[in-house]
Nanobody, 123 residues
Framework: QVQVVESGGGLVQAGGSLRLSCTVT????????VAWFRQAPGKEREGVSC????????YFEDSVKGRFTISRDNGKNMLYLQIDSLKPEDTAIYYCAARTWYCSGSSADFAYWGQGTQVTVSS
């Protein structure tokens, strides 16, 4: 049984940093692309970043480039998202998701999802 569990969210002031973590169990982790999505209140879920099993990375929004860093530790079945210079518009529930092999920016392409972790940025 595949389990995806996010952690690390919280309330932070604008300009601050957070590190989100995600553990994925029940599958061969290095054969899966894993990604972060986010959903702000009243908005659709959107792709933030994705990383291949081999480590290649993608950032789907220009607004996060240079501030967000995705990484993974295949030995620990862990996915991370370092978020720096947080802005109020980063406020959202952040989800971790996994799919076989290749990255995608579409949530419909991901089979496994966590419950999400809330990130709230105050101005």
């Amino acid at each position: 049984q595949v389990q995806v569990v996010e952690s690390g969210g919280g309330l932070v002031q604008a300009g601050g940093s957070l590190r989100l973590s995600c553990t994925v169990t029940g599958l061969t982790f290095d054969r899966y692309a894993v990604a972060w999505f986010r959903q702000a209140p009243g908005k659709e879920r959107e792709g933030v970043s994705c990383i291949h099993g081999s480590g290649g990375t993608f950032y789907f929004e220009d607004s996060v480039k240079g501030r967000f860093t995705i990484s993974r530790d295949n030995g620990k079945n862990m996915l991370y998202l370092q978020i720096d210079s947080l802005k109020p518009e980063d406020t959202a529930i952040y989800y971790c998701a996994a799919r076989t092999w290749y990255c995608s920016g579409s949530s419909a392409d991901f089979a496994y999802w966590g419950q999400g972790t809330q990130v709230t940025v105050s101005s």
